[in-house]
């Protein structure tokens, strides 16, 4: 390369200049080419796992705390998705709630009251992965500080 | 000189990128639910990671499992790891039935880990 430079001496220096630079541009070229990632950036949500079956077997009855006392102690969102009716429809403990807005308001309304509310998040087994997670999303982002999923 | 920097840089970014690619192996493309309130990973907590595909059933390392063996994958990893908790991701599918999901829940309760987190897009709901 540098002989064959020497015995060109005639060359203007600006062409001696453009390989270097040629050489860099193509680097990063190819850098930010390969590691710019095509893929969308995963991130973590954290969750927990409430075993309800096991921890209703421990308990005195099967049957779910009367709304009075668990509006205070917990919170249990049941989600279940009717056949015919399009929509999903949530039940908070055991009072029917149609639209996820509502849903928001009056989990807002309950954590703003007790933030550390253990709120137990309860799809039935046919309602996806994507709708589930919506709804304990909802919870986590209205900064409730203990959200269960059931696991059975 | 020239020759040489030329030379470093593209060790550099060798080792840059393939360290990048080390790190996305044996993943494969799901489509991810979507959440507000997820946060970066920066934990180098040691982690098992369970996929739930679409279609079905449950894989580790790349490879088809069923639940029994997902529980003596996070228990041995646990022995390996000092019998310490460990880190469960489960990178679902959005459409996956939430049946699938609570029987994989059930499994890692078990083993007594409770630090289980779900891989999700950001973003504002599904």
Same mark, same amino acid.
């Given at each position: ?7 060109? /001496?005639?060359?203007?220096? =600006? ?11 193509? =680097? =990063? ?13 995963? +991130? ?8 309800? #079956?096991?921890?209703?077997?421990? /308990? ?5 705390? +009367?709304? #009075?006392?668990?509006d ?5 969102? +049941? ?7 399009g /929509? ?16 928001g ?25 994507g709708?589930?997670l ?5 919870a ?13 | 000189?020239?020759?040489m920097?030329?030379? %470093? ?5 060798? $080792? ?10 044996? $993943? ?6 979507? &959440?507000?309130a ?17 279609? @079905?059933?449950?894989?580790?390392? @790349?490879?088809? !499992?069923?639940? !029994?063996? !997902?529980?003596?994958?996070?228990? %041995? ?39 289980? !987190? $779900? &891989? ?7």
């Amino acid at each position: 390369m540098k002989t064959r430079f020497a015995s060109q /001496g005639s060359r203007t220096s =600006l062409d001696s200049m453009m390989t270097p630079m040629i050489d860099v541009v193509f =680097l =990063l070229l190819v850098f930010f080419l390969t590691t710019a990632s095509f893929q969308r950036l995963e +991130k973590l949500l954290p969750s927990a796992v409430s075993a309800e #079956s096991e921890s209703q077997a421990g /308990g005195t009855s099967d049957e779910p705390p +009367k709304p #009075s006392e668990s509006d205070v102690s917990d919170c249990v969102i +049941k989600i279940n998705r009717p056949e015919g009716s399009g /929509g999903f429809q949530y039940r908070f403990n055991d009072t029917p709630i149609t639209s996820l807005e509502e849903l928001g308001s009056r989990l807002r309304a309950v954590i703003r009251v007790r933030p550390d509310v253990p709120i137990v998040v309860d799809p039935e087994d046919s309602i996806s992965a994507g709708d589930a997670l919506r709804v304990y999303d909802l919870a986590k982002s209205n900064g409730a500080l203990a959200v269960y999923m059931v696991a059975r | 000189m020239t020759p040489m920097i030329d030379v %470093t840089f593209l060790l550099i970014i060798f $080792f840059l990128v393939s360290s990048h690619l080390a790190k996305q192996e044996n $993943f494969l493309p799901l489509d991810l639910p979507s &959440a507000a309130a997820g946060i970066a990973d920066f934990s180098d907590r040691p982690t098992v990671t369970v996929q739930v595909p679409k279609d @079905g059933g449950y894989q580790v390392n @790349g490879a088809e !499992v069923s639940l !029994v063996q !997902v529980r003596s994958i996070i228990l %041995t990893r646990m022995q390996e790891e000092g019998g310490g908790p460990i880190r469960i991701r489960i990178r679902t599918d959005r459409n996956v039935a939430y049946g699938t999901l609570a029987k994989l829940l059930k499994e890692c309760a078990l083993t007594g880990n409770s630090d289980i !987190v $779900f &891989a999700v897009y950001e973003g504002e709901g599904a």
